[in-house]
T-cell receptor
Framework: AQSVTQPDIHITVSEGASLELRCNYSYGATPYLFWYVQSPGQGLQLLLKYFSGDTLVQGIKGFEAEFKRSQSSFNLRKPSVHWSDAAEYFCAVAPGYGGSQGNLIFGKGTKLSVKP | EAGVAQSPRYKIIEKRQSVAFWCNPISGHATLYWYQQILGQGPKLLIQFQNNGVVDDSQLPKDRFSAERLKGVDSTLKIQPAKLEDSAVYLC???????????FGPGTRLTVT
């Protein structure tokens, strides 16, 4: 069965420091990959997506992610974190085609705290 | 462009009562999803519609949950009767045919006491 693992439940970084959030997936083929962000009391906002092509994708708010097929990973990065980035981040995969096309499978999320 | 709308934003009910949530997707999005997000977890798909037809409801607890999208636009998710373990945020998302990204509404936070 398809699955998504986000190994870090909670990460704290200082404002201005770099950030990397880890995501590993289990799927037989290359899935569609997404990162979403959820601020308290809010829905999920799409940060970026990977379908094919260049394995380094750019998203909104200065985030980027790199797809590594050999490691089944899709890690999210930001070179300099801002206090407003404090939120929960979810990695998700959409497996394949057919009736389940587009159905997202989410990881459990990583909560990001930012120290002043 | 208006986003996905959901109401109510918050609901508190007692166990065994019934509750309904409403979702209006982004205009022109044929596919609509309902997710359940329990505290500390990622969202889990409950049901997927394409237009007014159900595509996937394999994870919907059909003994107590029901959903409809009669005219292929807005949708209602109902729980009857509610249990304590139904306390969660219920998220609605929509997707345009031919695209893969889903757009989420703000969610409805349900507390069952």
């Amino acid at each position: 069965a398809q699955s998504v693992t986000q190994p870090d439940i909670h990460i704290t970084v200082s404002e201005g420091a770099s950030l990397e959030l880890r995501c590993n997936y289990s799927y037989g083929a290359t899935p569609y990959l997404f990162w979403y962000v959820q601020s308290p009391g809010q829905g999920l906002q799409l940060l970026l997506k990977y379908f094919s092509g260049d394995t380094l994708v750019q998203g909104i708010k200065g985030f980027e992610a790199e797809f590594k097929r050999s490691q089944s990973s899709f890690n999210l990065r930001k070179p300099s974190v801002h206090w407003s980035d404090a939120a929960e981040y979810f990695c998700a995969v959409a497996p394949g085609y057919g009736g389940s096309q587009g159905n997202l499978i989410f990881g459990k999320g990583t909560k990001l705290s930012v120290k002043p | 462009e208006a986003g996905v709308a959901q109401s109510p934003r918050y609901k508190i009910i007692e166990k065994r009562q019934s509750v309904a949530f409403w979702c209006n997707p982004i205009s022109g999005h044929a596919t609509l999803y309902w997710y359940q997000q329990i505290l500390g977890q990622g969202p889990k798909l409950l049901i997927q519609f394409q237009n007014n037809g159900v595509v996937d409801d394999s994870q919907l607890p059909k003994d107590r949950f029901s959903a409809e999208r009669l005219k292929g636009v807005d949708s209602t998710l109902k729980i009857q009767p509610a249990k304590l373990e139904d306390s969660a945020v219920y998220l609605c998302a929509s997707r345009q045919l031919g695209r893969h990204e889903q757009y989420f509404g703000p969610g409805t936070r349900l507390t069952v006491t």
